[in-house]
């Protein structure tokens, strides 16, 4: 890994507890998201007889590797679960937006989420004698709305949307692409285009995957990023991926790489500096780069493997839930939205133990996975 010179020169802020400032509604705020993930989980179980996630519902890979962390960080980069270095075993799922099972071609922002195993330090609120720490990110660096209170008026029309034709949302997904193509064209980019179905057809394994929001970084806090980084990752960066007459064409897409060679991302992070322009509490706020640079502090290698198998669908998907509650406390989520999916997360894991009837349960080791 390459740290850049000029992390060693960054002076990053001391998080304080005043840089948050839940507002007077979110409790309301809470109740909102949580009525609307639950109508979103009992259509889909209304439909399919099975419960699933209430967002990133379909899977497109999944992959079990190892998290390096870098013997060299320089000090406010070594901090949390990377102060020292270490091999730890990790699980990654790699998914699309909806709620819903939908065909590739209604295309929507892809999401990354990984599950580190083997982690010690004081636990989250919720995961008190778990070794494990998650990350949940998506390829865009900021979230699409502000506040949990905005996001939760967008999480209505998510929720109305659900369980509609599927045919419709193909042919809605497809003037939607048209659309934010002709934006790109012209230097702009719509998050709403693209979380409603016009995401370009590309392949998610070229895709950077952000946390948007940020967390606690032991004594300072950043926003988090995993990138490609081995050649042939980056090489399908913006590559096209055909989906015409494939339903599951991401998920064979994922699958033809990892069937003959691995691949590496970087996990970075980007301490704040300035918390006027890079503040905790607008989630929509891109962090600019040139007062803070994502500075990798970690690898995660995958080696060729099957990424996809009623196997691993039955271990990962099934039986595993991901949030980015799970975790340490030096890593707490932080910001409006953060603090909301922590009980929406809880929700929406404990609909889908009971209605599946199966408990989901934390690994100790990767053995526990069982794939």
Known sequence: MTIPAAASALQPLRYEPSYEFPGPDEAETQSTIDEQMHK????????????????????????????????????????????HAATLPVVIRLS?????????DVSTPRGMSIKIIGVQ????????????????????????KPNAKDFARSLKLLAATTDKAEGAKQVLSAVLRGAESVLEGVGGKSATLTALGGH???????????????????????????????????????????????????????????????????????????????????????????????????????????????TRAWAIDEGLAFSPWHGVAAHRPLGSVMRLRRQAYQNAQRFRAQKNQRALSEPKTIADVGV
């Not at 007889?49 to 962390?69: D, F, T």
Request: charged share 20%; proline share 9%.
């Open 40 to 83: 979103i989980q009992e259509k889909t179980y209304a439909d399919g007889g099975k419960a699933i996630r209430s967002v990133h519902s379909k899977s497109h890979g999944l992959l079990v590797g190892q998290l390096v962390i870098d013997p060299n960080l320089p000090a406010a980069y070594a901090q949390g679960l990377f102060a």
């Open 96 to 104: 699309t937006v909806p709620g819903d099972i939908l065909p590739d």
């Open 121 to 144: 330090g004081e636990r989250l609120p919720g995961s008190e004698g778990d070794v494990t720490q998650d990350f949940i990110l998506v390829n865009g660096p900021a979230f699409q």
């Open 200 to 310: 370009p057809l590309t392949n998610p394994l070229g895709e950077t995957y952000y946390s948007q929001v940020p967390v606690l970084y032991g004594e300072h806090f950043g926003k988090l990023c995993v990138r490609p980084v081995s050649p042939a990752l980056k090489a399908l960066t913006h590559a096209p991926v055909d989906l015409a007459g494939k339903p599951n064409g991401l998920r064979d897409a994922v699958s033809e790489h990892f069937a003959t060679q691995g691949g590496d991302w970087e996990l970075c992070v980007q301490l704040c500096t300035d918390i006027e322009k890079m503040p905790i509490e607008d989630a929509s706020n891109v962090w600019d780069e040139a007062l803070s640079p994502y500075v990798p502090v970690a690898r995660i290698v995958v080696a060729s493997q099957p990424s996809y198998s009623d």
